[in-house]
């Protein structure tokens, strides 16, 4: 399975964040509110069945679960601009960012008495 163009809808993708409670989002009809229970709940033969038939929402739910920026990234299908990035430390937006998101002068601060 390919993710690397998906075409999402911003209404599946608001859809899809409903399904995961992120911001943004809003809530869809019955019907599709429980085809993504059964996308949640599908193992991989049968998301890949389901993806035949609906392949966006299929795509969106994917997408929200298996990547790290997942929600992300539908937030920005639904045209959600995103907060900016901050370190966690000094909430400076200027990255980059290590992994515990602490921007390069907060990951290695100088010592005060200038002794390295
Ligand atoms: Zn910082």
Do not use: N
């Amino acid at each position: 399975m390919s993710l690397t163009s998906p075409t999402i809808s911003a209404e599946t993708a608001r859809h899809v964040l409903w399904h995961y409670g992120a911001e943004g989002g809003y809530q869809p009809g019955s019907f599709t509110q429980r085809l993504m229970e059964a996308v949640a709940a599908a193992d991989v033969v049968h998301t890949a069945r389901l993806r035949v038939v609906y392949p966006e929402l299929v795509d969106a739910m994917v997408l929200a679960c298996t990547y790290r920026d997942g929600i992300t990234r539908l937030k920005e299908a639904a045209g959600i601009k995103a907060a900016p990035l901050r370190c966690t430390r000094c909430q400076g937006e200027d990255g980059p960012f290590t992994d515990e998101q602490l921007c390069e002068p907060c990951a290695r601060p100088m010592p005060l008495d200038g002794v390295a």
